[in-house]
């Protein structure tokens, strides 16, 4: 069979799955094929998601993903995707993005405390949490993520983490239970929530540190906003590149080995912050790609060190393409 018959069948078999599961779900629900996935990232780089669906009920989650399990489809979760590069190709898969308004609560509980859907915006949860005169999210400030992102990755900056302010979480299992985990059962590290590898967080109750004055909470964030915009470029970007190796900085590395300014493509090191890799207009996820591999190989020349990737090559593994 041709390549071109072959990929005409593969379309018209995701076009009868995505059918199939539209009619599962009730029509608040989108079912979308080919979904550009670069318009839903920071990067703005890959091709597109064989499905995407945006489920507006948690029954709906429940169907879609006991669909995928049933048909083995592998499922991909998708934030504000701000940690990801797309492969060129795309991603061949169900990916489940938690944006409808559904998954986007921020409720006061007793004692402070706060429940916020995985769909929150951090940028929203700061905001409110300061309204409500709640400290300790102040760090949350510039992460371009969503909760559910920020959990699965550990999100931190300025000295705080985001498992500093977790009690609990809420997550389906790609079986379609759902738990409620405390902190203490979960395994959590720098960048990392091993249990969120597989479950899809639905939310999760954050304590707040204390409480003061709105104003002053405010006046903290507005610090750290100055920070991190006269540190960090503001190309379209994924964030920090690569893990700090342990005790030193990723960045440092990068500027250490001459590399700001270094080129793929539209992809280059960014000369405000070596750890940044931004798109210059039309990068190409071969370009990334490239620019890690030379990056890695580089400092590893310099430094002896081995760089770790801490964005994440959606839906492959980056040893695979490394
Ligand atoms: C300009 C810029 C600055 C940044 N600064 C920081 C920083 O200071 N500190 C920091 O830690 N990061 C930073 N980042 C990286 C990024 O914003 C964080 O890692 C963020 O937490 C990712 O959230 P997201 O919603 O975009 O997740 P995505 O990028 O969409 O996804 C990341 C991972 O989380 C998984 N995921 C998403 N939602 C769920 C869910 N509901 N359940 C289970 N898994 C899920 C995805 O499958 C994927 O594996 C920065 C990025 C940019 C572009």
């Not at 379609?176 to 109750?205: N, S």
């Amino acid at each position: 069979m041709s390549a071109y018959r072959q990929s005409q069948s593969d379309s018209a078999r995701w076009d009868e799955t995505a059918e199939r599961l539209r009619a599962n779900l009730s029509p608040a629900s989108k079912v979308i094929r080919e979904e550009s996935l670069a318009g839903r990232t920071t990067l703005r780089v890959g091709g597109a998601a064989r499905i995407l669906c945006e489920p507006s009920s948690l029954d709906d989650l429940r169907k879609a993903v006991a669909y995928a399990h049933q048909q083995a489809i592998p499922l991909h979760v998708l934030g504000r995707g701000s940690n990801l590069l797309v492969p060129d190709a795309g991603v061949e898969g169900l990916v489940i993005s938690l944006s409808h308004q559904q998954w986007q609560m921020f409720e006061l509980r007793p004692e402070g405390k706060i429940w916020v859907g995985a769909g929150l915006r951090l940028k929203n949860l700061c905001g409110l949490a300061a309204k409500a005169g709640l400290v300790g999210f102040e760090f949350l400030e510039g992460i371009p993520g969503n909760v559910g992102g920020a959990l699965r990755m550990n999100a931190g900056a300025m000295g705080g983490w985001m498992f500093d302010v977790v009690e609990e979480i809420q997550v389906m299992t790609r079986g379609g239970q759902v738990f409620t985990w405390p902190k203490a059962q979960l395994h959590v590290e720098y960048r990392h929530c091993l249990e969120l590898d597989e479950a899809i967080a639905l939310g999760a109750l954050l304590k707040p540190a204390s409480a003061a004055e709105s104003e002053q909470i405010k006046r903290q964030i507005d610090t750290y906003r100055d920070k991190r915009q006269k540190s960090q470029p503001r190309d379209p970007s994924a964030g920090c590149i690569f893990k700090n190796p342990p005790g030193d900085s990723a960045g440092r590395l990068i500027d250490a080995a001459g590399l700001k300014g270094e080129r793929r493509g539209d992809a280059e090191v960014s000369l405000v912050h070596a750890n940044f890799i931004v798109n210059r207009g039309h990068a190409t996820s071969a370009d990334v790609i490239a620019l890690v591999r030379h990056v890695r190989a580089r400092v590893q020349e310099a430094s002896g060190v081995t760089l770790e990737p801490e964005v994440l090559l959606y839906g492959q593994e980056w040893k695979d393409v490394l």
